[in-house]
């Protein structure tokens, strides 16, 4: 097994109105704690990896109660950096039907947003470690955020270690002047591994859209489309050995379908197709499908259908979590894989 993998961004303090509740009607929040790379490290730590966290939070009781909710989910968290004035949060409006989701982000001038090139020991963080992951929220909250990957990502490429992004395009951070193509173009050349949703490929790298509009588990993809947006990726991308594609169909915000791509050596494959008929919370969905191909490239090396198979196990088991993370086990995961999803009592 691998030794170590970390996983570099910001985490923050959600807050949510209970109950399906519009903003306007919460009386009360649900305070958890999440964010992308932080998502990633507690799935890795509920498969059994030796997952490490990198971000940083300032030195006060909020952060204090953040450090000690990652420990709890066996996230090493002894190289997050200390400083800066408060913890990034954001405000969650669960969406019901046909009512969308909202985000609020509550994130300028976090510690992580005023993070500089520095203030991270990355040779310290990286020893012993042989996977480097970061996503794009990391490089859209602020240029020093950017630089500081940047900077996390050159030492782990001079180290030797296996380098992920997910490309995570989020439209509402980009307010500092740059556009994701400026900033992440450079950053994703260090990729062996690239995750991303259709838009996101076609926003950070401009690769057009095939679709996704599946409303029944029966439909077939269209794999010829899918297998030309990974030759246009690693045309892009030299380095990338893996690429993976996460394909949504929203019906209504609480039914969805999902399915999963990944194009590696010139071949595709293709998971199944899930059927999700009441979404709990599809928050770290993408997320959970990063920690679970992650776990499954390191735990079935050489079978890419078989870790795509558990990344979309994972996948679809965090529709059902409430909160970012998804705190399901392998034996779940692989428990949905085998084909039980029929949702009886465990005796």
């Not at 209970?18 to 306007?24: A, E, G, V």
């Not at 859209?209 to 029944?216: D, L, M, N, P, Y």
């Not at 399915?259 to 595709?268: E, K, P």
């Amino acid at each position: 097994m691998i030794n170590k993998i970390v996983t570099f961004g910001e985490v923050l303090l959600r807050l949510t109105p209970p109950n399906y509740l519009k903003f306007s009607q919460a009386k009360e929040f649900v305070a958890t704690y999440g964010g992308s790379e932080a998502n990633v490290a507690v799935s890795l730590a509920q498969f059994g990896l030796n997952s490490k966290f990198v971000t940083r939070l300032p030195q006060n009781d909020i952060a204090d109660a953040c450090i000690k909710e990652l420990r709890s989910h066996n996230v090493s968290t002894d190289c997050i950096a200390r400083g800066g004035d408060r913890v990034g949060i954001y405000f969650l409006e669960n969406g019901a039907v046909a009512r969308q989701s909202k985000v609020v982000y509550d994130r300028a001038g976090s510690s992580f947003c005023t993070l500089q090139p520095g203030m991270i020991d990355w040779k310290e963080v990286l020893k012993d470690a042989q996977w480097f992951h970061w996503s794009g929220v990391a490089a859209a909250v602020s240029q020093g955020a950017a630089d500081a990957c940047m900077e996390g990502i050159k030492v782990a490429d001079s180290m030797g270690l296996t380098i992920s992004c997910d490309l995570n395009y989020r439209k509402n951070l980009w307010n500092y002047g740059k556009t994701p193509d400026d900033v992440m173009l450079p950053m994703v050349q260090y990729s062996d591994v690239i995750f991303g949703s259709e838009p996101e490929y076609e926003k950070v790298l401009g690769i057009s859209k095939v679709g996704f509009k599946a409303i029944s588990v029966n439909e077939q993809l269209n794999e010829d489309g899918f297998r030309a947006v990974g030759e246009q990726v690693v045309a892009k991308v030299p380095r990338c050995k893996k690429m993976f594609l996460e394909l949504r169909n929203s019906i209504n915000a609480n039914h969805n379908t999902i399915a999963g791509v990944v194009y590696s050596d010139n071949t595709l494959k293709c998971s199944k197709i899930y059927d999700i008929t009441h979404n709990v919370d599809r928050v770290g969905v993408g997320d959970a499908f990063c920690g679970g191909m992650i776990y499954g490239l390191v735990a079935y090396p050489g079978d890419d259908q078989k870790a795509l198979d558990f990344a979309m196990a994972a996948s679809c088991l965090k529709n059902t979590i409430y909160g970012d993370f998804n705190l399901v086990n392998t034996a779940e995961v692989e428990n949905l894989m085998g084909g039980d999803g029929s949702g009886r009592v465990s005796r």
